[in-house]
């Protein structure tokens, strides 16, 4: 049974493992940082004591508000498909309501349309695209959830 939780430091090395499974993008170190300015919005998903997935969650205040970004979201290959990242999402979406913040960006890769259809199921559209967003040059389209 996998259950969704915050993120605790024990969490920290399984975190690692699956950053390094599924990105390239971060420096590792960065979700301990993450971590400490915004633990009440990072989730872990754990299957028998080993963390299976994430999700990071951060608060930034804009030009005339503060709105809510979900840094990452990473699932290991084995648990993907089966509802993990729904369950994490859900939960990081209901952390940013608990605190009174509806205004929910992220970025996704241009080529990973299966994500963007899965953020879409989750309520996210397309509001726009980042050009040349990641260190290899890729594209980012962005979306937004309203709640």
């Known amino acids: 049974m996998i259950l969704i939780r915050k993120f605790q430091p ?5 975190v690692i493992e699956i950053e390094h499974e599924q990105f390239s993008e971060h420096d590792p170190y960065l979700y301990m940082s993450l971590y400490e300015l915004n633990a009440d919005t990072f989730f872990v998903a754990e299957d028998q004591g080993t963390v ?64 963007v259809r899965f953020y879409q199921r989750l309520g ?6 980042e050009y040349g967003y990641y260190n290899d040059g890729e594209d980012a389209i962005l979306m937004r959830h309203k709640g």
């Open 10 to 14: 024990r969490d920290f090395a399984g």
């Open 52 to 115: 299976v997935g994430f999700v990071a969650g951060i608060t930034a205040v804009g030009e005339h508000q503060v709105y809510c970004r979900v840094f990452s979201i990473a699932v290991r290959e084995a648990y993907q498909r089966l509802g993990v990242g729904t369950q994490l999402m859900k939960g990081v979406i209901a952390a940013f309501h608990q605190k009174n913040i509806r205004d929910i960006v992220l970025e996704v890769r241009s080529h990973n349309l299966s994500a």
């Open 124 to 129: 996210f559209v397309v509001t726009g695209m």
